[in-house]
């Protein structure tokens, strides 16, 4: 009895130690993820362009004004040329403060432009549209814009929103960006690299990927906790399938975000909060 006691008290310390480690200690610092994308439809005039990839902020579960403080001074260290975000900023779930929110956000500077999509948890839209017009971002939901840097040849961002409950109608969602591809003439100038902002990535199959060079993504958490050798213990319904942070589908590039905040639970394992820095070359 003394021994299977020991025993226990061993085990339940461990259980306590993890938890607690999961939910203080795991949660907090910041990951900085660097990639180098290389691509010979790269004129030299965006050569090195610098893209800020932030996910799943999920404000007011582990991330508050100082956390997001933190993060907007890192964003601006690297002096990207474009930030965006690829949805749930805030939570339907979660009590937040819209004016700390933007009071952080205006401050990150990007030289050619600042993008987001709304997330499945972005659900109070009319709190999410103005914090994001607010924050000086660009609202790509379900539309597309041409960047121009040094150069009379424009690449195309453009965006999806959550297609969590509704994803019968991404076919819609991209139409004014399809409408804009098949009516360029053969005499005009055409986009020379193609970027797509969508929240949750499963969906992609149900696009034509010979449209979009890069495509950026969040949702998944990357798993959110995960275990050594074994990997993701859970994903949630729209990122079953693309969960990691990378992956080559056929010519086109797929990043997901691991993100920075939780959902539901707020506990991290092995998976800091970060997000990701993208150097985009021709070599």
Known sequence: MKKFLIIFLVFFIAIITLLLY???????????KEYKIVNNKIINEYHGLKIVHLSDIHYGSIIFEEQLENIVNKVNELKPDIVVLTGDLIDERINYNQEQI?????KIEAKLGKYAISGNHDKPIDD????????????????????????NQPIIISGISSNYEENSNIGIKTEQFDKYISNLKADEIKPIYSILLIHEPDFIDNLNLNNYDLILAGHSHGGQVRLPWFGKVFTPYGSEKYYDEYYKINNTDLYISSGLGTSKLRFRFFNRPSFNFYRITNK
């Open 22 to 32: 999961s939910r203080f200690i795991a949660t907090s610092g910041l990951k900085i």
């Open 102 to 106: 933007i009071n952080q956000l205006k």
């Open 128 to 151: 999410y549209n103005y914090i994001i017009k607010e924050s000086g971002f660009k609202s790509l939901d379900n539309t597309y814009e041409l960047i121009y840097a040094n150069s």
